[in-house]
Structure formats: C-alpha cells, structure tokens
C-alpha cells in the first residue's frame, strides 16, 4: 500500500459524459500528480500540483482539468468524453515540489471505460 | 527532452533463472532513475531508484540496478526469479531540475514458466 488513494476504482461512462476522479495523497505530501495508462500511449504524465497550485503541464487535453484543495487532496475532471479516453488514470503524490531527489508514490488507479 | 527506452517489449523466463531488463535513457545530465513494477490490475509499485552516489543500486524484491553513465542504461536485474515476478516493468527518468515530471518507457513484460 502506497499510502495514495485513488476513487472511484471502476468507472464506466457514456461518451459526452463529465466524470471525477479522486485523489488523496500520502500523509504530508504536497505533490499531486495525474498520468493516464492507456494501451496505444502508455503511461503520460497530464499535469501535477503543489500545495494548490499547478506546477508542471503534460499532455492534458483541454477538456480534462484538474484542481488540488487546501487539504491537498485532488481531482481530475474528464469532460465531453470519448471513446479514446478510456485508460487507467494514476495519481501520485511525493513529499515536495522542488527537485529534491525525493520519490513518487503512486495508487492504484481508477479504471475509466467510455462506452 | 528527456525520454526513456525499453527495447524488450515482452520477456520470458524461467522459474529460477537470472533476469536482466534493459533501460536506455537521454538526458542532457546527470538524471534520477527509477524502476516501477505493475502487476495485473494494480497499480505502479516502486522497486528501486538511483538520484546519486553508488551506481548499483538495491532495491525490494531481491532486485538490483546498475547505473552506467557510459552507456546511458540502468539495466535491472534479479538472480533467480520467482514466479510472482510476473509483471510489467517500466523504467522512468526525472529532471534533477526543473520540471519534475517522470518520463516512462513503454514497459516490459515478464512472463515466468515453471
């Protein structure tokens, strides 16, 4: 158990649909990260906060968002989706946001199925 | 821009046998390296990683890695595998400034037979 928790575990939703997913990150841990798990492009970092604020931008769409709150938890937002969204999305979280040699942490993943 | 490549898209070995995965990385400097574990339907455990310093590195599981700058590789390695070794296993790269995010490689699979 990484200390990451990730909700919902299974998601299947309908193309046009808007969904969450959740975070909570290890007890201290001011950086969130998303990736998404997909078969045709692996994993891809889609963007990270820390401590509330955006700090780094992957290869996030413009209809996924992302906030993290004062009690540091997370959540991406997928909206209008489709088809090719369908993936295995991580969160992680690590202990600062500046280089720092520290280590990611990951969860377990929320499976999203867009049908 | 840094990236990471693993060349053996999928792996089998036997019950016993020693295993090397490979892991090429570009980076302009001196990166941290890290290797992740994903086992059927989990999510992306941490084996080993390497910021600096000893360039052998151990890990959990009885799993080492070694940095060889020379050859841009960290190449990982177990003695003698177990059958709950089957899995998936990346090798990721991050900045040691800058920008944080980790860089996966597109993983290798291990199949172990008995």
């Known amino acids: 158990d990484s200390g990451v928790t990730q909700t919902p575990k299974h998601l299947i939703t309908a193309t046009g649909q808007r969904v969450t997913l959740r975070c909570s990150p290890r007890?201290?841990?001011?950086?969130v990260y998303w990736y998404q798990q997909s078969l045709d492009q692996g994993l891809q970092f889609l963007i990270q906060y820390y401590n509330g604020e955006e700090r780094a931008k992957g290869n996030i769409l413009e209809r996924f968002s992302a906030q993290q709150f004062p009690d540091l938890h997370s959540e991406l937002n997928l909206s209008s989706l489709e088809l090719g969204d369908s993936a295995l999305y991580f969160c992680a979280s690590s202990v600062f946001g500046r280089n720092s040699g520290n280590t990611i942490y990951f969860g377990e993943g929320s499976w999203l199925t867009v049908v | 821009a840094q990236s990471v490549t693993q060349p053996d898209i999928h792996i089998t070995v036997s019950e016993g046998a020693s295993l090397e995965l490979r892991c090429n990385y570009s980076?302009?400097?001196?990166?941290?390296l890290f290797w992740y574990v994903q086992s059927p339907g989990q999510g992306l455990q941490l084996l080993l990683k390497?910021?600096?310093?000893?360039?052998l590195v151990q890990g959990i599981k009885g799993f080492e890695a070694e940095f060889k700058r020379s050859q841009s590789s960290f190449n990982l390695r177990k003695p003698s595998v177990h059958w709950s070794d089957a899995a998936e296993y990346f090798c990721?790269?991050?900045?040691?400034?800058?920008?944080?995010?980790?860089?996966f490689g597109t993983g290798t699979r291990l199949t172990i037979i008995p």
């Open positions: 390497y910021f600096s310093g000893d360039t």
């Open positions: 980076y302009g400097a001196t990166p941290y």
């Open positions: 007890s201290g841990d001011l950086s």
């Open positions: 990721a790269v991050r900045s040691n400034f800058g920008n944080e995010k980790l860089t």
